[in-house]
């Protein structure tokens, strides 16, 4: 796989076709260590020369799901010797104290990589601050100049989530070439590059979202099923072919905690394969994140 960073975790034994045997259960906090251990020799190298590798953090308000998003990735950088820029700004700040702070960012050169933790608060411009960000610091690979590169299959920052799925696969000797994938969602910051990256895999794709019509028969046809929707448990078993691979990319909040958008207890029996929540798609996020920030101080070095 092209992006596949050559390292495996995981034993898969393939699809089971659901004979009884038990799914693997895909460990996303082990590979992404793996991938922070890699990142943590490359930062130590460019220290070596000179370099330290800075990721610049922008969260605007007090919402406490990203506020908790940033502590970790905070927490991440630390790990691997990213220097983390903290920019923490009040729920009232207005479009042009953004754009000067991104601009600033920019211009910058300390700072390798640049993050606005989304969802901005309502009144904020998204697609503006985003547009603004040079693609060379694009570390969350959201600019539409990297989702250009994406969709041309030029090197480019790819976004965090979907690739780390495709980083997640690779560790498992899961190789998408020739498989049916279906993708359900189709965000632009994860149902949409996941659908490409898996097109650049050599998978055959289906995206679906809330229009689809009979959504578990489509689902049934995957060998290989991202869920990416947001609604806590919604694919079940009913979904899911015998012997699929299914990743659930979901985080939602429930009164009974953190839920994926998979029925974890009712789709394991059928999968071949099946990553948890949490403990599955979140830290490869975050781990991608690491391999971009530095990726983007190596390009500038
Ligand atoms: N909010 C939830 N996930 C993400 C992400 O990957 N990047 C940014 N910038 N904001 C997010």
Known sequence: MRHHLGYTVGAFSGPTEGDGAVAT?????????TIRQRAAARTAELRERGIEPCLAVV??????????YVRMKERDCAEVGIVSLDHRL?????????????DSLNDDPRVHGILVQMPLPRHLDAERVIERISPTKDVDGFHPENLGLLVRGLPGFRACTPAGVMEMLGAYGIDPSGMRAVVVGRSTIVGKPMALLLLEANATVTVCHSRTRDLPAVCREADLLVAAIGRA??????????GA???DV????TDHGL???????????????????PGGVGPMTRAILMANTIAAAEAVA
């Open 25 to 33: 259960i895909i460990d996303g906090t082990a590979v992404a260590a």
């Open 233 to 242: 448990r919604m694919i079940d078993a009913t979904y899911v072919k015998p």
């Open 59 to 68: 969260l605007v308000g007090d919402d406490p799901a990203s506020a908790a």
């Open 90 to 102: 009040p729920a009232e700040t207005s479009q042009q104290e953004i754009d000067r702070l991104i």
């Open 250 to 253: 979901g985080i939602n909040r």
């Open 259 to 277: 839920a994926g958008d998979v029925d974890f207890d009712s789709v394991e029996p059928v999968a071949s394969a099946i990553t948890p929540v």
């Open 245 to 247: 691979v299914v990743i």
